[in-house]
């Protein structure tokens, strides 16, 4: 609204002053920085608004849920929510914020962030599978080595008959046909 007064001058001329007053007015927006975290068995969400008039934050979230709190802070244009729920095994990968003012509403899904613990939690699944591959493989090559050793003797105590000629296919020849994989037939190729 605009108000009108009569000022007059030191010469005697009569102006008029007009004084206005704006009132600005933008849909609320939802920035990049909110975000969730869910930490042991709480899911923390932070949602900062911007929007004039102040915007208010709610979470559809808190429709199936009993026990949270809520707490929201607000300055000049900015309202900062946060949300903390008790979670057991959650599932959702994201949480909606949802910010209304009186030119209307917006909404945003919040990506969870992993807590630092579900990262260390994670590397030390790695890790564990990492090493149980490799017991395993070393357990196939141990067991590889004895039978090819057990082979080896057996060999040793026939009587030899002509010469033992491993061809490229891995089979040995002498008395009779053993076959073996490629580095059982390098293997026997450097002995004899």
Same mark, same amino acid.
């Given at each position: 609204? *605009?108000?009108?007064?009569?000022?007059?001058?030191?010469?005697?001329?009569?102006?008029? %002053?007009?004084?206005?007053?704006?009132?600005?007015?933008?849909?609320?927006?939802?920035?990049?920085?909110?975000?969730?975290?869910?930490?042991?068995?709480?899911?923390?969400?932070?949602?900062?608004?911007?929007?004039?008039?102040?915007?208010?934050? @709610?979470?559809?979230?808190? =429709? @199936?849920?009993?026990?949270?709190?809520? &707490?929201?802070? *607000? $300055?000049?244009?900015?309202? &900062?929510? /946060?949300? #903390?729920?008790?979670?057991?095994?959650?599932?959702?990968? *994201?949480? +909606?914020?949802?910010?209304?003012?009186?030119?209307? =509403?917006? #909404?945003?899904?919040?990506?969870?962030?992993? $807590? +630092?613990?579900?990262?260390?939690?994670?590397?030390? %699944?790695?890790?564990?599978?990492i090493a149980v591959v490799s017991l395993v493989l070393n357990v196939i090559f141990i067991i590889h080595c004895v039978r090819l050793r057990n082979l080896l003797k057996k060999?040793? +105590?026939?009587? #030899? =008959?002509? @010469?033992?000629?491993? /061809?490229?296919?891995?089979?040995?020849? $002498?008395?009779?046909?053993?076959?073996? $994989?490629?580095? %059982? *037939?390098?293997?026997? &190729?450097?002995?004899?």
């Amino acid at each position: 609204m *605009a108000q009108r007064s009569p000022v007059r001058s030191s010469s005697g001329n009569i102006t008029t %002053e007009e004084t206005v007053t704006l009132n600005e007015k933008f849909l609320p927006k939802i920035l990049n920085t909110s975000v969730c975290v869910v930490q042991w068995d709480v899911l923390s969400c932070v949602c900062i608004s911007e929007g004039l008039p102040l915007p208010t934050v @709610t979470w559809p979230l808190l =429709e @199936t849920h009993t026990e949270y709190s809520v &707490t929201s802070t *607000a $300055s000049n244009r900015t309202v &900062t929510s /946060t949300v #903390r729920v008790s979670v057991r095994n959650h599932t959702t990968t *994201a949480v +909606q914020c949802v910010s209304t003012n009186e030119n209307g =509403e917006v #909404r945003q899904n919040l990506t969870i962030l992993p $807590s +630092q613990r579900a990262v260390e939690l994670g590397l030390r %699944e790695i890790i564990f599978s990492i090493a149980v591959v490799s017991l395993v493989l070393n357990v196939i090559f141990i067991i590889h080595c004895v039978r090819l050793r057990n082979l080896l003797k057996k060999m040793k +105590q026939k009587p #030899r =008959e002509g @010469t033992i000629h491993v /061809t490229k296919s891995g089979c040995l020849f $002498s008395s009779g046909r053993l076959c073996f $994989s490629q580095w %059982e *037939a390098a293997m026997l &190729t450097q002995i004899y």
